[in-house]
């Protein structure tokens, strides 16, 4: 049975920082080519796509929004995936979730629809 778990947030003033982790089991994240997905649900909004990363090769995708302030990293021996967040903003309030998606570039986990594994989320809260 896969799981993947977030952990990592929290409450946080505005221009701090967090580094959130995605642990995976029952999976080996390297294995099948994997891309691994962060993502964010703001209060009343829709989900939407922060970054990704290639469990392969470590190629790394990140929206417009994350650039500059958002790093992706991989641990294939620890079976995580990291999400460290400097600068924070209030508007970066939400439920951060990872998604795992094997055999799936990196370049096209945004494009699909829907997502093989996800975790349950991890809360972060930005204080202005």
């Known amino acids: 049975q896969v799981q993947l778990v977030e952990s990592g947030g929290g409450l946080v003033q505005s221009g701090g920082s967090l580094r959130l982790s995605c642990a995976a089991s029952?999976?080996?994240?390297?294995?099948?080519?994997?891309?691994i997905g962060w993502f964010r649900q703001a209060p009343g909004k829709e989900r939407e796509e922060i970054s990704c990363?290639?469990?392969?090769?470590?190629?790394?995708f990140y929206v417009d929004s994350a650039k500059g302030r958002f790093t992706i990293s991989r641990d294939s021996a620890k079976n995580t995936v990291y999400l460290e967040m400097n600068s924070l903003k209030p508007e970066d309030t939400g439920v951060y979730y990872c998604?795992?998606?094997?055999?799936?570039?990196?370049?096209?986990?945004?494009?699909?629809?829907?997502?093989?594994?996800w975790g349950q989320g991890t809360q972060v809260t930005v204080s202005s």
């Open positions: 998604a795992a998606d094997p055999f799936t570039d990196v370049a096209a986990m945004f494009t699909k629809t829907s997502h093989a594994y």
């Open positions: 029952g999976y080996t994240l390297d294995v099948d080519y994997a891309a």
């Open positions: 990363i290639s469990m392969n090769d470590g190629r790394t």
